[in-house]
């Protein structure tokens, strides 16, 4: 029997904090204020996470701290549920919750929510889950900080020349925004510990790798040159149409049969909808769950979903789906909540339509690229607007203020070299740090 049938207050319950999610609670308190619904948010962390700025946190500009929002600040008026959803049973109504101590708990609920995000996308490639990481998390990205200064301490007093020159080597597969902005934000920090310990920043060596003819396609052809030349000026080896087909603890092999000695491999490549999806046993495309355009999903008028797990259909650009990007997530979750709230018979349903606005990309220092309604910047008005847009865009207002600070910090002293060593080796993998394994 559902809350509503028993008389009790209609309870709908939001799965995931990440963009879609937590825009949508937001956006649900306002709209169901003075009602008696109650909100329920299920999500293993505490915080919704700002992901546009995870190559910064493994740059060492940000701390890791400053690009997770609490949410019981953010939503005071949401009861959390940490814990991670493992199966939704349709007809009973209920999702199977388990926390981080494995205790297991049902929620049910009148209308749920489903905004399980992405998780990164990987191939069979012998190797790639054990020896590569991706950039999804707090946890990766304070990796690859760590990382990178840890093998470069560890070259210098290194008496075998070859093994220093693979600790000296750092290769990322996928050169689109996310791929990009790591490889520029690793080489900045590279570049200080080499230049604070008087090594040539040269013997610090960067690949980027990925298996197109062009790097960020997502800013189109002339932006894309521009990155490409910039990339290419500060010493990265950008090479396209080239792949992995293995890696090993100190090494990986192209697709052209080069092995090439490392210690620290990005796999940035893409992402699939979060595990949940496929539980489901309902229709998918591309691995996003099919939603119609006002969000719901067919055939279960109590059930909507949206962010990088559901196939939104793209109003704008009939027979194709709106990409996984924050920009949608957002706008997703605030039409999520409008027509949660329609469904309860308050306010109107609407179908979800966005025209894109285009990408803002951070590309270290003193440089970015930006494509805001269209207009082409690069170079240092673009990372003015980058950096402007980011905290405008922040959630939250302490996290802007911490953020602001900062990029003015960075202005005026160098990064900060500190590996703390939070994130141990099993904890930074995949499986642990986005509960992945490999998909085909
Ligand atoms: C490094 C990087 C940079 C990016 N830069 C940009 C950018 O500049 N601009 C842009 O528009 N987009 C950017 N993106 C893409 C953007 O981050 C995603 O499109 C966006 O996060 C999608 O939001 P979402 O809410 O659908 O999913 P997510 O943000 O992935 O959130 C999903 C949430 O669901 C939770 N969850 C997952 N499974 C379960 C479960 N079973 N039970 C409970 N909770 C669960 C997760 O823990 C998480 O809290 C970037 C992504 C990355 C990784």
Redesign the pocket.
């Given at each position: 029997m559902t809350h509503e049938a028993a008389g009790q207050s209609t309870r709908i319950v939001v799965?995931?904090?990440?963009?879609?999610?937590f825009e949508c609670a937001r956006a649900l308190t306002r709209r169901l204020a003075g009602t008696d619904a109650r909100i329920t948010m299920?999500?293993?962390?505490d915080y919704m996470?700002y992901?546009?700025l995870?190559?910064e946190v493994a740059g060492g500009i940000l701390d890791a701290r400053f690009v997770t929002v609490p949410l019981s600040e953010a939503l005071p008026n949401v009861e959390l549920v940490k814990g991670?959803?493992?199966s939704v049973d349709l007809d009973s109504r209920t999702l199977h919750v388990t926390d981080c101590e494995q205790g297991v708990e049902n929620v049910s609920w009148d209308r749920v929510v489903l905004?399980?995000?992405?998780v990164t996308r990987l191939f069979d490639i012998p190797g790639l889950a054990e020896h590569a990481r991706g950039?999804?998390t707090p946890a990766e990205a304070l990796f690859f900080r760590d990382q990178l200064l840890t093998q470069l301490e560890l070259a210098e007093r290194d008496t075998d020349p070859l093994v220093a020159r693979a600790r000296r080597t750092v290769v990322v597969v996928g050169a689109s925004?996310?791929g990009t902005?790591l490889t520029a934000q690793l080489r900045a920090l590279a570049d200080e510990a080499a230049s604070r310990r008087g090594l040539d920043p040269k013997e610090v060596r960067f690949l980027l790798l990925d298996a197109a003819d062009t790097v960020m396609p997502e800013v189109g052809e002339k932006l894309g040159r521009k990155v490409l030349e910039v990339l290419r000026s500060r010493g990265i080896d950008v090479r396209l149409e080239t792949t992995l087909t293995e890696l090993g603890p100190d090494h990986v092999t192209l697709d052209d049969g080069t092995v090439v000695p490392t210690r620290t491999v990005a796999w940035v490549t893409g992402v699939t909808a979060?595990p949940?999806i496929d539980t489901l046993g309902l229709p998918t495309e591309k691995g996003r769950l099919t939603v119609r355009p006002d969000l719901s999903v067919e055939g279960h008028p109590d059930v909507f979903a949206?962010?990088?797990?559901a196939a939104v259909p793209d109003l704008r650009n009939s027979g194709s789906i709106t990409p996984?990007?924050?920009?949608h997530?957002v706008r997703q979750g605030r039409a999520l909540a409008r027509n949660v709230a329609a469904s309860l018979g308050i306010g109107d349903a609407k179908p979800y339509t966005h025209r894109d606005m285009g990408?803002?990309?951070d590309l270290g220092p003193g440089f970015a690229v930006a494509n805001p309604l269209n207009i082409q910047l690069s170079g240092f008005l673009a990372k003015v607007v980058t950096r402007a847009y980011h905290l405008y865009a922040m959630p939250n207002a302490a996290n802007r203020w911490a953020v602001a600070l900062a990029y003015l910090t960075d202005l005026l002293f160098p990064r900060p070299l500190v590996s703390i060593g939070l994130v141990t080796d099993e904890e930074s993998r995949f499986a642990a740090s986005e509960g992945v394994g490999a998909q085909t």
């Open positions: 799965v995931g904090s990440g963009f879609a999610g299920i999500s293993p962390h996470l992901t546009p995870l190559p991670r959803v493992d905004t399980p995000g992405s950039l999804k925004y996310a902005e979060g949940l949206g962010g990088d797990a996984p990007t924050a920009q997530a990408l803002v990309v």
